[in-house]
């Protein structure tokens, strides 16, 4: 059993948008930050946003930040990245993961994939023509 589930990932044209959902009915998130982060082929892992459990505070990777938004909705259990002004270079397969306490493991202006404790199987997101 996947602890998370992403969905909303497909083919979308250059300039177009797309959400992306992250849910489990195994555990409450509510009690957890949630990063997103996606990795392309022959690339490293990049993190590139997160959100508090409470208040929402949200941090985002300089290359997507003015273009995505996450969010989160505790009583569906369910968190979200909308994804506007998308590039062929958003190309990638994007998860999403549960950080380790209720605030964003945050540091030095990077989320680090070694914080977040469990994952989901990923999405595929194509930016293309």
């Known amino acids: 059993q996947v602890p998370l589930v992403e969905s909303g990932g497909g083919l979308v044209q250059p300039g177009g948008s797309l959400r992306l959902s992250c849910g489990t009915s195994?555990?409450?998130?509510?009690?957890?930050?949630i990063g997103w982060f996606r990795q392309a082929p022959g690339k490293e892992r990049e993190g590139i946003s997160c959100i508090n459990s409470s208040e929402g505070t949200t941090y985002y990777a300089d290359s997507v930040k003015g273009r995505f938004t996450i969010s989160r909705d505790n009583a569906k259990n369910t968190a979200y990245l909308q994804m506007n002004s998308l590039e062929p270079d958003d190309s990638a397969v994007y998860f999403c993961?549960?950080?380790?306490?209720?605030?964003?493991?945050?540091?030095?202006?990077?989320?680090?994939?070694?914080?977040?404790?469990?994952w989901g199987q990923g999405t595929q997101v194509t930016v293309s023509t």
């Open positions: 195994g555990f409450s998130l509510q009690y957890y930050a």
């Open positions: 993961a549960t950080g380790r306490t209720m605030w964003c493991p945050y540091r030095d202006s990077v989320i680090r994939s070694a914080d977040f404790g469990l």
